[in-house]
């Protein structure tokens, strides 16, 4: 499997960005998938995860209401809209999969990673 992010960029607080996912990935279908981000001097974080077997979500806290995970596939493509941006959602953003259909919550649990991208709020 292989993850392509894209979509980061420079915004101000409070507008919005959609970062994709790209998967090269024979049965898109049945592959874990979530976001992930890392700020400087910071650890890597869990910001959101979907399922594939009854469309579970689950988001963190601190994007719960602001942020929105879905998947196309169609495109073998995974989203993330991102509302009302923040300044301290400033961070490299990662896309990660892993064969099966749950969701997952931990890092340490998806096999494959994107290269991430970068998201940069201003004050």
């Known amino acids: 499997v292989q993850l392509q992010a894209s979509g980061g960029g420079l915004v101000q607080a409070g507008g919005s960005l959609r970062l994709s996912c790209a998967a090269s990935?024979?049965?898109?279908?049945?592959?874990?998938m979530g976001w992930f981000r890392q700020a400087p001097g910071k650890e890597r974080e869990f910001v959101s995860a979907?399922?594939?077997?009854?469309?579970?979500?689950v988001y963190a806290d601190s994007v719960k209401g602001r942020f929105t995970i879905s998947t196309d596939n169609a495109k073998n493509t995974m989203y993330l809209q991102m509302n009302t941006l923040r300044p301290e959602d400033t961070a490299v953003y990662y896309c990660?999969?892993?064969?099966?259909?749950?969701?997952?919550?931990?890092?340490?649990?998806?096999?494959?990673w994107g290269q991430g991208t970068q998201v940069t709020v201003s004050s």
């Open positions: 990660a999969a892993k064969g099966g259909r749950n969701y997952y919550i931990r890092g340490d649990d998806y096999d494959y």
């Open positions: 979907i399922s594939r077997s009854g469309g579970t979500i």
């Open positions: 990935v024979r049965t898109f279908g049945n592959i874990a």
